[in-house]
């Protein structure tokens, strides 16, 4: 049987059940579980103190009415970046490289910031939509450019967030293809393939965690516009 390279980001199933939910609950079971203690291991230190470095970077920039999304962003964050890092793990599924997944995370939560800055400020959420000065032959234009920014922000978000996953897999696969393909004939360069590998990897490691910060970071900002 002859598998193509984009095979690898086919959902997969068990018995005709899909079993990307299974991959989405997963990283659950590496966070911490609740306890009386305050502190239980150097592990579980370790992972809050990180979820307390995330909480700070993502509230910086937002005033004290943007803290109500603390959780919800904080908890984003681990998500993805759980996600990311475990599908970059031998045999194992990604749900982000599923562009339908980085929508249904973006779409709605997008959509939760339009609707708050038009309930709270509807005058100054409407105003972002035309900036201030601009001549009067160019108001219809700059609103039907500014209200179509807004509309692909959702989409922008998801496609980002899927595009770098799927491109860095992609590279992952090929070289290693290569490496593996040149083994026989020409050790050397598979030693080099195989280094080359090697720095791609730890690259999409970091293109992992930078991903999900960055889908998490625009999200606040877009909050920060509307509170």
Not at 28 to 56: E, V, Y
Not at 164 to 188: C, D, E, F, K, R
Request: hydrophobic share 55%; glycine share 4%; no cysteine.
């Amino acid at each position: 049987m002859n598998l193509s390279f984009f095979d690898q980001f086919a959902s997969p199933s068990l018995l005709g059940i899909p079993l990307i939910l299974l991959a989405m609950t997963f990283p659950a079971l590496l966070l911490p579980s609740p306890n009386n203690r305050w502190i239980t291991s150097r592990l579980s230190t370790l992972q809050l103190w990180f979820i307390n470095l995330i909480t700070k970077q993502l509230m910086t920039p937002l005033n004290k009415k943007g803290h109500k999304w603390a959780l919800i962003l904080t908890s984003l964050m681990i998500f993805l970046l759980l996600i990311n890092l475990l599908g970059l793990l031998p045999y194992t599924f990604t749900p982000t490289t599923q562009l339908s997944m980085s929508l249904a995370l973006a779409f709605p939560l997008w959509l939760a910031t339009l609707l708050t800055g038009l309930r709270n400020q509807p005058t100054a959420s409407l105003g972002h939509l035309l900036p201030e000065g601009t001549p009067t032959p160019l108001i219809p234009a700059l609103i039907m450019i500014e209200t179509t920014s807004l509309l692909i922000r959702p989409l922008a978000l998801g496609v980002r967030l899927t595009a770098n996953l799927t491109a860095g897999h992609l590279l992952i696969q090929l070289i290693s293809t290569a490496t593996v393909a040149l083994l026989p004939t020409m050790p050397t360069v598979s030693l080099l393939t195989l280094l080359v590998l090697f720095l791609l990897t730890l690259l999409e490691v970091a293109v992992a965690m930078i991903q999900a910060y960055v889908f998490v970071l625009l999200l606040s900002l877009y909050l920060q516009e509307n509170i």
